[in-house]
């Protein structure tokens, strides 16, 4: 029987745990946290996101970068197989927006509990509390490794599930790099991908909480004159420190070189659906059945109301100005 050591208990290290103690190995996990699974807890804000139903070929489209190193993990095992996995292990799944999968029940905990339950069923041995220091490695070959109290579990195998460098709180501390480095693998620079985007102004600050639904961002250069390096539409989040949501979390990755190197300007357009002149026409109507309001409550029904301080300071418009005394020029700058 093999003796396989598996660094890490999150969604990586349980699976390799299920597949290989599947197989007939003896096989032990070991999580220096007090729990597995714990940054699959706060997965898609406590509900995990498993998978997407989508066809395989889209699973590659939106893959940013080397889709072709994916080829093999993704026959393998394929999302409809992960879906499959967990509903044969009793945990009931549902599709939503965008084909997203997620359980049934919309909590995180029941996907760790299935995962948990299987290595329990198959017999594998969880070190919880245990950190591991370094890999042992002889003569070129991985024969175990060395945990922080310098305690020896030897092993045929070792597999390395500790995750990058996101979400330090959980565990992730990049400990996975050092033991590449150390069995002789080259590791390249590394940055945030799939995150939030840091605003060089407060107004995320302003909005914080607020998001924005079936709207259009282009990033850009400052210059501007070069076209855009990238382009989206659906659901922007404000935060204390810029911009998140599911359209951020894209850009990221696709901007995020660009990022290390250079300020970049964020469009937001508020209305896609409307050219500059069909929404002056929206302006005037709102204005017209409103005509002796003030400009701040006259935009009501144009804007979130957590917006309309933000852009009544962007437009330059007396808040207190009536309606009807408002120029075509302050419009314009509306």
Do not use: W
């Not at 995990?48 to 139903?53: E, S, W």
């Not at 948990?116 to 991985?142: M, N, P």
């Amino acid at each position: 029987m093999k003796k396989v050591i598996i660094i890490g208990g999150g969604p990586a290290g349980m699976m390799a745990a299920i597949q290989s103690a599947s197989c007939g190995c003896d096989v032990t996990i070991v999580e220096k946290n007090e729990k597995l699974g714990k940054k699959l807890f706060i997965t898609g804000k406590g509900r995990c996101n498993l998978t997407n139903a989508c066809d395989i070929s889209d699973l590659f489209s939106n893959v940013i970068s080397n889709p072709k190193f994916l080829y093999s993990a993704f026959y393998s095992f394929t999302n409809e197989q992960v879906v499959d996995f967990f509903n044969k292990h009793g945990l009931p799944t549902k599709v939503e927006r965008g084909k997203r999968v997620f359980p049934a029940s919309d909590k995180s905990s029941d996907v760790i509990r299935t995962l948990e339950k299987e290595c329990k069923r198959l017999g594998v041995a969880v070190l919880l509390h245990t950190e591991v220091k370094k890999l042992q490695i002889k003569e070129s070959e991985v024969t175990g490794v060395v945990l922080k109290n310098q305690h020896t579990l030897p092993a045929d195998k070792v597999i390395v599930a500790t995750g990058g460098c996101s979400y330090v709180s959980t565990g992730s501390t990049g400990d996975g790099y050092e033991f590449a480095k150390e069995a002789g693998h080259t590791v390249t620079a590394i940055r945030p991908g799939l995150t939030g985007i840091v605003t060089a102004d407060n107004i995320g600050k302003q909005l914080q909480g607020l998001t924005l639904k079936n709207c259009q961002v282009s990033i850009r250069r400052e210059s501007g004159k070069q076209k855009s390096l990238y382009d989206g539409f659906g659901e922007v989040l404000f935060t204390h420190y810029g911009v998140s949501g599911p359209l951020m979390l894209s850009a990221s990755s696709i901007v995020g070189d660009k990022l290390q190197k250079e300020p970049l300007i964020l469009h937001i357009d508020l209305k896609p659906a409307l050219d500059e002149e069909m929404l002056d026409k929206r302006i005037l109507k709102d204005f017209q059945d409103g005509i002796n309001k003030n400009f701040n409550n006259a935009i009501e029904k144009l804007l979130p109301k957590k917006m309309i301080p933000v852009i009544i300071e962007l437009a330059k418009i007396n808040p207190y100005k009536k309606v009807h005394e408002i120029t075509k020029e302050e419009r314009e700058n509306l």
